[in-house]
């Protein structure tokens, strides 16, 4: 059995016999705890020569050169890391610049979403306010379309009217003028030539040309020789004109 002791951190390793009574186990043999006990109370420096314990009745050891051990600074030891100090420095300082990354690219991240959603909701904005001026646009088109419409059929109520009246107006003319030929021919077939020679100078000379067209041409010729010249040779250009129309186109 052997007992032996090293400076700090120092380790004793014990053997202790233990003796069966009966069915009870018992602790270490009187000796060897009496040694133990004494080599746990005798703790020397880390450089001190190390001595054996030899327990009663033993023969004594030979004496062991062991060798010198620099042993860390227990300070600085954490004993629930594996790890150097240096190595976990770098550990954490490469951890902590990931986090720090990751974050930076979380935060750049967001604020492109940020970004994005804004320049999203302004064009959703913008899109809005076109598709309300096209509607707008497409109203007040349509109204003015309808104004126009409405427009071009009043006038072309109105111009419908006026030629009707027109219409009206120039064969009531027609009649009248028809009428007034009608009865100055009675009149001028009733005067003298010399009378109505006195009278066609005032009057109009299309209307005479009509009146005279309506007369014999007996008649006709008689009052035209005592018409002056001039005003006689116009009425028988025109007179002359009126027949040939008359061929032309008869009524």
């Known amino acids: 059995m052997r007992v032996i002791r090293l400076g700090p951190p120092f380790f004793v390793v014990c053997l202790f016999p233990f003796v069966a009574v009966g069915q009870d186990a018992v602790g270490p043999s009187p000796d060897v705890a009496d040694a133990a006990d004494r080599s746990s109370t005798d703790v020397g ?5 190390p001595k054996a314990v030899v327990p009663a009745g033993s023969e004594p050891l030979a004496p062991v050169d062991w060798p010198s051990i620099d042993w ?4 600085r030891f954490d004993p629930t890391l594996p790890l150097d100090e240096g190595t976990r420095l770098r550990i954490f300082k490469q951890a902590e610049r990931r986090v720090t990354e990751a974050s930076r ?7 492109r979403e940020q970004r994005v959603l804004r320049q999203s909701e302004d ?3 913008r899109f809005k306010a076109l598709r309300a001026l096209q509607t707008e646009f497409t109203s007040a088109l349509a109204a003015e379309e309808e104004k126009r419409t409405k427009a071009e059929k009043a006038a072309a109520e109105v111009r419908q009217v006026v030629t009707s009246k027109q219409a009206v107006e120039d064969e009531k003319e027609v009649e009248k003028r028809k009428e007034a030929v009608d009865k100055l ?23 005479v040309v009509e009146v005279l067209n309506r007369l014999k041409e007996k008649q006709a010729a008689k009052i035209l020789a005592e018409v002056e010249p001039a005003l006689a040779a116009r009425l028988s250009e025109k007179i002359a004109r009126l027949r040939k129309k008359q061929k032309t186109n008869p009524k």
């Open 185 to 207: 021919s009675r009149v001028f077939d009733k005067m003298k030539a010399k009378e109505t020679a006195k009278v066609v100078p005032e009057m109009d000379e299309d209307l």
């Open 45 to 49: 420096p880390p450089d001190a020569e």
């Open 123 to 125: 064009l959703e904005l």
């Open 72 to 75: 860390p600074s227990m300070d």
């Open 105 to 111: 690219a979380r935060e750049e991240s967001r604020l």
